[in-house]
């Protein structure tokens, strides 16, 4: 029938059911996520005596409908001559939890070491770079000052004399002092 026949005081005041009400439950009336096929599948290898016990984790639903994660152990078992379910119901919705912060956390630690480590290598490039505009900068630096010390700092001068007389210019070369320099 599936009915509970007993259920412990611990097991009864977290449902939050007295024994008379459980005797008119069953295992689905509190477990939300099974139906009964679901239900029957996952105890057919107890039935079938192909396993000793079946481990699982479920919700349960209590009788002010608040619900809680609860590890089931169930077995098969005699009771009075009848063949009857055992179950030891265990509530871990705080492991649950636990767990589930804890690899929250791993995963945010996971993120925060990538992201240091991308700024690690940022950094390295960055060094990387300075160095090299700094030569860039010392190679110019370098090559201003030789090329105002060449003769080619004239050029310019000698250019803009170029195009300021380009319309008398043979004269300009020929007879004044400016020019033939």
Do not use: W
């Amino acid at each position: 029938t599936l009915q509970f026949e007993y259920a412990n005081r611990g097991g009864r005041a977290n449902l939050g059911y007295s024994l008379e009400e459980l005797k008119q439950l069953t295992p689905l009336d509190i477990k939300p996520a099974f139906t009964l096929e679901s239900f029957q599948e996952m105890v057919a290898p107890l039935v079938a005596e192909e396993k000793q016990q079946v481990v699982f984790q479920t919700t349960h639903q209590r009788k002010d409908e608040t619900t809680y994660i609860a590890e089931i152990r169930l077995q098969k078992s005699r009771y009075q001559d009848r063949e009857v379910f055992l179950a030891m119901i265990l509530d871990v919705s705080d492991q649950v939890e636990a767990e589930a912060k804890s690899h929250r956390l791993q995963s945010e630690l996971v993120e925060a070491s990538r992201k240091a480590g991308m700024a690690d290598v940022a950094t390295g490039i960055l060094h990387n770079v300075g160095n090299i505009l700094n030569s860039v900068n010392v190679s110019t630096s370098v090559i201003r000052r030789r090329i105002e010390k060449s003769s080619l700092a004239n050029l310019k001068k000698s250019s803009g004399l170029i195009v300021e007389k380009q319309e008398c210019f043979a004269d300009f070369v020929l007879n004044d002092e400016r020019g033939q320099k």
